[in-house]
């Protein structure tokens, strides 16, 4: 045991190489002890990869099986055991569902996956669709899995179509031809999911002069300029739809095209694509010179007496993170200046620090214009996926 002790340390300081040369048996009489430190036998049993002794495997399944153990050490071995026909009875009863250790759910449907349990399919379909790239990539894993035991047209015909996780799944196993049908699918991720799998660029301009509905045509010109690169042929075919764009009451044309620069780009499979292709063919707005706007803000500032702190960027305001403004103390409250642009605010400052700033060029964000929803732009925000306002997004800050 001490050679595992001296290849492993301490947690992540492990010598996976090193551990690899130990004696198979040792390493597994090792993981099987529950008393020595989950932070060494998690990488020991990597290290058994492709050598479980037989003789051990008993041992090591009771690990698996035992939900006080540590899921790190339990998910590594599922991997490791994941193909023994044995577990399967135990992984498909319903006292799994009790089992909530860390990703413990996403382990235990992986390895049916791996085992062929058809039964599976529906909660991987689900994990493949899921906004988290952990869980999708445990999701696709199963599905494939299935898919390479019993072939794709199995299970195409044991999916469904109604729930919108089934339509994705099979996108993913079906021929690419028939993809360019689910750019009309009523649901955008589903939509998302099949303009990104396209390859062919002569059916999707093909299919700009059939698809039924206009969010289809700029799902298919998206996915056509993602291929091409062509942006004047984006522009055209913006053009010859009319240049269709999500209209947000109260949004002007600055607001506007900052937020469509800065997120229409990175926004979640829901968004309007719109937003998408209006960030294609419009010209983005000139961000301002970070130095010299800031400077001018604490000039104002100081002018107007209200000795103003130098200025920290939102991820050290906060010490951790980044995000989209920097921010000012004076006096005791805080005013934020905007990366994209000339835009600033405050939630608590005195309100002479607006006509200061004003008066330097700057444009404030009032209470009425920060609450603007900007309606179908799906952003990243603290776990959330969905519209934010115009304050959140011009004074973004994510840890």
Known sequence: MRNIELLAPAARQVDAAGLRELDADELARYVADPAHPWWRREPCVRALAGRVPEGRVAELIARVQDPDDTSDVRIALLDLLGTRAELLPWLRHEDRRGDDGFGMREAFLAARGRLGDRSALPELATLAASEWPRQQAVGKAGLYALARRYGNEAILADLGDERPEDRAARLRLQD????????????????????????????????????????????????????????????????????????????????????????????????????????????????????????????????????????????NHHQQGEGTYHAIACRGSLVHISTLGRFATSYDADPTARQALEAAGFRWIDDETGAIKVTDLCVYYFGGRVPLTVDTLLFYWQD
């Open 176 to 315: 690419e031809e028939l993809n360019v049908f689910a750019l009309a699918d009523p649901d955008r991720s589903v939509a998302f999911l099949a303009q990104s799998l396209l390859t062919d660029e002569h059916r999707l301009r093909a299919y700009l002069n059939e698809a039924p509905t206009t969010e289809a045509k700029l799902w298919a010109a998206y996915a056509l300029y993602h291929l091409t690169e062509d942006a004047a042929e984006a522009r055209a075919i913006y053009d010859r739809l009319g240049r269709p764009r999500v209209e947000v009451a109260g949004l002007d044309e600055e607001l506007r095209g900052v937020i469509v620069h800065e997120y229409a780009g990175g926004c979640k499979e829901r968004s309007d694509p719109r937003w998408r292709v209006e960030m294609l063919c419009t010209e983005p707005p000139g961000r301002p010179d970070q130095d010299e706007q800031l400077g001018r803000a604490v000039a104002a500032l100081t002018a107007a007496g209200f000795e103003p702190a130098s200025p920290v960027s939102a991820g």
